[in-house]
């Protein structure tokens, strides 16, 4: 069936580091764009970043911009999202989600992995 | 960036009753309005796209309309099931944004 798995969240310590993972099933991966959305504990949903059909273009929320860094494996239907410089504000449940474009809604959301930063 | 505002916060509804949910937008996003409903512990679902048409399985009672600044998420017929926190989404203007939510519960 349609499906999105992440993996790769924990806890880690301000300016650490982390990469997620999103592996994607019954549905032609390729050929669509993927983002990223968190949800801080308690809190609303935020987009963070998206990346093209064939990973040529990428878009990120002004305050990840630098710091993270999405990218895919088409031949591995697997979606990343490279997380550097951590910050507190950055906790979150992290979600990958399939659009049908850009600007899209999403009609595929994978049950999160949770990133803790903190000291 | 386009500000999404909803309310109530929180709704009260009797089981068979209808629930309205209003959210609205700083500037206009035409009818680039998507509705989720998001279980605790779960991800959320997809509910309405383009502001009134439902995604692939949702049920009838579940409608939405609106466009510009203005948009209304009702369910009618309100089922236990249908506890939740329900999100709107702005994908017209970048970057696409959502509102704060509305949590529905069983009077």
């Known amino acids: 069936q349609v499906q999105l798995v992440e993996s790769g969240g924990g806890a880690v310590q301000p300016g650490g580091s982390l990469r997620l993972s999103c592996a994607a099933s019954g549905f032609t991966f390729k050929s669509y764009a993927m983002h990223w959305v968190r949800q801080a504990p308690g809190k609303g949903l935020q987009w963070v970043a998206v990346i093209s059909y064939d990973g040529r273009i990428k878009y990120y929320l002004d305050s990840v911009e630098g710091r993270f860094t999405i990218s895919r494996d088409n031949s591995m239907n697997t979606l990343f999202l490279e997380m550097t410089s951590l910050r507190p504000d950055d906790t979150a449940m992290y979600f990958c989600?399939?659009?049908?474009?850009?600007?899209?809604?999403?009609?595929?959301w994978g049950q999160g992995t949770l990133v803790a930063v903190s000291s | 960036e386009v500000v999404m505002t909803q309310s109530p916060a929180t709704l009260s509804v009797s089981p068979g009753e209808t629930a309205t949910l209003s959210c609205r937008a700083s500037?206009?996003?035409?009818?680039?309005l998507a509705w989720y409903q998001q279980k605790p512990g779960q991800a959320p679902r997809l509910l309405i796209r383009?502001?009134?048409t439902r995604a692939t399985g949702i049920p009838a009672r579940f409608s939405g309309s609106g466009s510009g600044t203005e948009f209304t998420l009702s369910i009618s017929s309100l089922q236990s099931e249908d506890c939740a926190v329900y999100y709107c989404?702005?994908?017209?203007?970048?970057?696409?944004?959502f509102g704060p939510g509305t949590k529905v519960d069983i009077k």
């Open positions: 989404q702005q994908y017209d203007k970048w970057p696409q944004t």
């Open positions: 989600a399939k659009g049908d474009g850009y600007m899209a809604p999403f009609d595929i």
């Open positions: 383009a502001a009134s």
């Open positions: 500037r206009s996003v035409d009818t680039d």
